[in-house]
C-alpha cells in the first residue's frame, strides 16, 4: 500500500550547505538566511533525493497515517 507523505525539514540542524537543493530534481528547495526552505511545494514529487543526500539528516519524508 502507497501511502501519502510528507516533506519535513528540521531548521534547527540544517547548516546550509545546500546539497539537498543540488540534487532536488524539480528545483522545489532553496537556501535562504542559510536554512534550506521549500520555494515551491505544489511540485514537489516527494522522491526523497534530498533526504538521502543531506549530510545532517535535517530534511526527511515522513509517512501520513490514512
Known amino acids: 500500500m502507497i501511502g501519502?507523505?510528507?516533506l519535513v525539514i528540521e531548521p534547527a540542524?540544517?547548516?546550509g550547505c545546500g546539497i539537498c537543493a543540488a540534487f532536488c530534481?524539480?528545483?522545489v528547495l532553496?537556501?535562504?538566511k542559510e536554512k534550506v526552505t521549500?520555494?515551491?511545494p505544489e511540485a514537489c514529487i516527494?522522491?526523497?533525493?534530498c533526504e538521502l543526500r543531506c549530510p545532517?539528516?535535517?530534511i526527511?519524508?515522513?509517512n501520513l497515517e490514512e
Open 4 to 6: 501519502r507523505k510528507k
Open 13 to 15: 540542524w540544517c547548516k
Open 25 to 27: 530534481p524539480k528545483q
Open 30 to 32: 532553496e537556501i535562504q
Open 38 to 40: 521549500v520555494k515551491d
Open 46 to 49: 516527494l522522491c526523497g533525493m
Open 56 to 58: 545532517d539528516y535535517a
Open 60 to 62: 526527511y519524508l515522513v
